[in-house]
């Protein structure tokens, strides 16, 4: 005992014990759990963490941390109760207690005397009529005498009471006994005092109701005499005063804004918009009834046998004779003089055939009697002959309802059919379009459309696609007819838009070809001849087509890039030799410009054909200030193509526009038309000029463009005689050159800094300094800063999340062992309760066969 008591003493503290301080004593650091960190050196100035660490501590703390949270989340995997804690300003820090309480209370009084559902009556709520209780109406406490009138309705006297409910002795004796204390005289009785009660009870109700009818009276009189009162307070203003005062104010454009409003009609729903197919089909089936109506009319066949007509009905038919299974009427006509009847499908004798029979046998029984010239059957057969007479002259002339028949088969004949089948090839559709106007020409290639629509049919798109190629051909031919029906081809074109826009592969196809040939013939041509020619009316027409059918103003198009390459390739290979390849070429540049009115491109090819056909109408050839391109030359036979030197012919000129049918070919003109020709040309050239001016205003080289065109302008065409239209417009044309302002500088030498001389200066090294960071400035610092500090948290995340993982694998591997334990336990209890079994059963067996 001695010795535990000196190693407790000597274990313990030489000061005052450990709970003398009020603590529990502090237990101390286990040494070999202590990690020093040691450093190398020291350095002066820098602060030292984590000297010291405790890992066995910060293991253990980290434990408890996971096991607390992520070891609760684990096991709360599957799970999805959630506890919500709904209290009122539980988690709200801006409301005191008191007021958390006040308010918990008010909600939970609320709570109960809300209706927990609006169907359910049976909750103790208190009902209420006009204020009262219905459950203290239902008990019939004070009940009122509807036959009583007075205001106290269902008070009773006192004596009333005490005569009728109190026996009435107490009462008559104490009044009895009053009265012969007063008067002295003898009592009354019980019969005498009820009369008494009765008449004092009527004479209080007479006087009530007679005061009831004074203050009526006195109510009538009153408003009698108010009305006498008000009719002079209400004075009204006469009209002429009221005129002669100030007028009502209009109403604003607000208010009246309102009351159309007020009156506007409501929007109505309206039906669905039909797609494109609906609308098809719904076309195509029209134009199949028309046609099959066409063809009844043309064969001459009646409506329909199974369409009964209406039949006319009198105001006085009582509709009881009709018949529902057949129709009885027949028809009226007459053969050889006679009123001839249908005979019914039946085969019957009609009535009128049996009438004709019984007339015939009764002339042939009685011969006697027609022998006589003064017998009335004689003067019968006369008024029978003239009624044959006229009856032949009837049968000669047509019958009315023949001849619209007739007329009906030749006008359906002769009318346009409603379907057509798509042509599969160009003569199919020449020979459906050759013999017809324009306008039914249109007609069939619209039906064609309409007919053979891509949604009707899966052939239908490709028998489309082609036509759109037939009718190319077809305006083709149509340019190149003599004379060219350019009204028709003008007309085509809305249908080739239209075919266009449903297939644009297609047609982009279809023209490509035609333009493609063009520039084939026309190469083979320079290739043979070595110059060549302006193409004919159609491609000119193809070209124009190519401009309205796709986009002009694209960069890049694949026919509109092609196109300008071939309009281009025309005005400076082909050369102008007649006044109809001038015609040609002005129309060639008419087609560039509508190219170019929305892209706004320079044309070179354009300026240089238009500065041509100037010179071509210039006298003067030798002072020029300005050079001709290909396909022009200064000098030659048709350098002086469009100069007039015909004082008459220019006097009798007037300008007008130049017909397209000249491109195609110019019949033989005397010489004062065809001076007039060449001023025409001149005009539009001057026109196109004007064109290209406006068009090209904005470039920065526009003077130098147009240098060529102001010179021909200001020195030759100014000196000529030219009709005053011309010298008009060659005049604003100066102008509107002159009104162009320039854009462009002259060139001058770019001002330059001197090139300093070469100094020597001092080479500037920048010294490390070991352990710190090295960065040009104070950004960069920081930034290499950030991003340490990132990687550093990084690092230590990824460091948590593989510790996680660590600790859920030995939680799972725990479980997993628990679970195997806990299996193993049980079949070793089934083991045990087997073999005791087999033990039990053995022992049994034994007994048995010792026995």
Not at 124 to 148: F, M, P, R
Not at 393 to 417: F, H, I, K, V, W
Not at 497 to 516: D, G, H, I, T
Not at 658 to 673: D, I, V
Request: proline share 5%; hydrophobic share 30%; aromatic share 6%.
């Amino acid at each position: 005992m001695g010795k535990a008591r000196s190693a407790g003493a000597r274990g313990r503290a030489p000061g005052a014990p450990a709970g003398a301080r009020g603590g529990r004593a502090r237990p101390s650091a286990n040494p070999f759990e202590v990690k020093v960190n040691r450093q190398k050196f020291q350095v002066l100035g820098r602060k030292t963490r984590h000297d010291v660490g405790l890992p066995g501590v910060s293991r253990a703390r980290a434990l408890q941390k996971r096991t607390q949270t992520l070891l609760k989340e684990y096991k709360e995997r599957d799970k999805s109760n959630v506890f919500r804690d709904k209290r009122f300003g539980e988690y709200n820090s801006n409301i005191s207690p008191e007021e958390k309480m006040m308010k918990r209370f008010a909600l939970e009084q609320q709570r109960q005397h809300e209706k927990k559902s609006i169907y359910n009556l049976n909750e103790d709520e208190e009902l209420t009529h006009y204020g009262q209780s219905l459950a203290d109406i239902e008990k019939h406490n004070d009940i009122v005498d509807s036959d009583s009138d007075a205001e106290d309705r269902g008070v009773l006297s006192a004596e009333l009471t005490a005569a009728h409910f109190g026996g009435g002795g107490g009462l008559l004796h104490k009044k009895t006994s009053q009265q012969q204390g007063e008067e002295g005289e003898q009592p009354k009785s019980r019969r005498e005092l009820i009369e008494e009660l009765i008449a004092k009870s009527k004479q209080e109700k007479r006087e009530r109701q007679s005061q009831r009818e004074d203050t009526l009276e006195l109510t009538e009189k009153l408003d009698q005499d108010w009305k006498e009162i008000q009719t002079l307070l209400a004075h009204k203003t006469p009209k002429s005063e009221s005129r002669g005062g100030k007028e009502k104010p209009k109403p604003d454009a607000y208010d009246m804004m309102v009351r159309e409003l007020g009156f506007e009609m409501k929007a109505q729903p309206s039906n669905r918009m039909k797609t494109e197919e609906e609308l098809a089909q719904e076309e195509q089936e029209r134009l199949e009834g028309l046609e099959a109506e066409r063809l009844r009319r043309m064969l001459g066949k009646e409506e329909d046998e199974h369409i009964k007509r209406p039949k006319h009905t009198s105001a006085d038919d009582l509709s009881d004779g009709f018949v529902l299974d057949k129709d009885d009427r027949r028809l009226l006509s007459y053969k050889d003089g006679k009123m001839n009847v249908e005979e019914e499908p039946s085969g019957e004798a009609s009535s009128s055939e049996s009438k004709e029979e019984e007339g015939k046998g009764s002339s042939a029984g009685d011969p006697e009697e027609s022998d006589g010239p003064d017998s009335p059957s004689g003067l019968e057969s006369d008024v029978e002959s003239k009624d044959e007479s006229e009856r032949t002259q009837e049968e000669r002339r047509p019958n009315p309802g023949e001849r619209s028949t007739a007329d009906d088969r030749e006008a359906a004949r002769a009318e346009l059919p409603y379907t057509f089948a798509a042509p599969e090839s160009y003569e199919e559709l020449k020979s459906l379009l050759s013999g017809r106007s324009m306008e039914e020409q249109l007609l069939v290639v619209e039906r064609i459309q309409k007919c053979n629509h891509p949604s009707l049919a899966v052939g239908n798109k490709a028998k489309l696609e082609k036509l759109f190629g037939f009718l190319l051909e077809y305006v083709g031919d149509l340019a190149t007819s003599d004379p060219p029906d350019l009204g028709g081809i003008d007309k085509l074109v809305v249908q080739l838009y239209n075919l266009c826009q449903m297939f644009p592969e297609a047609a982009s196809s279809a023209v490509k070809f035609v333009l493609r040939d063009a520039m084939h013939d026309m190469e083979g041509m320079v290739e043979t001849t070595g110059r060549a020619a302006f193409p004919g009316l159609d491609v000119l027409i193809y070209l124009k087509i190519a401009g309205i059918l796709f986009p002009t103003s694209d960069f890049w198009h694949p026919v509109v890039t092609p196109a300008l390459l071939c309009l281009s390739q025309l005005l400076t290979k082909c050369p102008v030799q007649s006044l109809q390849d001038v015609v040609k070429g002005l129309f060639v540049c008419c087609v560039f410009l509508d190219y170019v009115s929305l892209s706004q491109r320079f044309i070179p090819e354009l300026i240089n054909f238009l500065v041509g056909i100037l010179y071509m109408a210039t006298p003067n050839k030798q002072s020029q200030g300005y050079t001709l391109v290909h396909p022009f030359r200064a000098l030659g036979k048709n350098s002086e193509l469009l100069l007039v030197s015909d004082e008459e012919a220019t006097a009798t000129w007037h300008r007008r526009s130049l017909p397209l049918q000249w491109a195609g070919g110019l019949k033989a003109q005397t010489e004062t038309e065809a001076n007039h020709t060449r001023l025409s040309c001149l005009a539009v050239c001057l026109a196109l000029v004007q064109r290209c001016v406006t068009a090209c205003g904005t470039l920065p080289s526009f003077h130098d463009i147009m240098r060529p065109l102001r010179t021909l302008l200001t020195e030759h065409l100014a000196a000529r005689s030219c009709p005053p239209e011309l010298q008009e417009l060659s005049r604003s044309i100066l102008t509107e050159m002159e009104k162009q302002p320039k854009y462009y500088r002259p060139l001058v030498c770019e001002k330059s800094k001197p090139v300093p001389l070469k100094l020597f200066t001092p080479r500037l090294v920048k010294v490390l300094e070991f352990g710190k960071k090295q960065g040009c400035t104070k950004e960069e610092q920081e930034r290499k800063r950030l991003i340490h500090k990132h990687r550093r948290e990084f690092k230590g995340a990824v460091r948590e999340i593989r510790k996680d993982n660590q600790f859920l694998a030995r939680m799972q591997l725990s479980e997993i062992m628990e679970r195997d334990a806990e299996r193993k336990r049980k079949v070793k209890q089934l083991f045990n309760s087997l073999a005791t079994q087999e033990g039990e059963w053995k022992a049994l067996k034994r007994k048995k066969f010792k026995k």
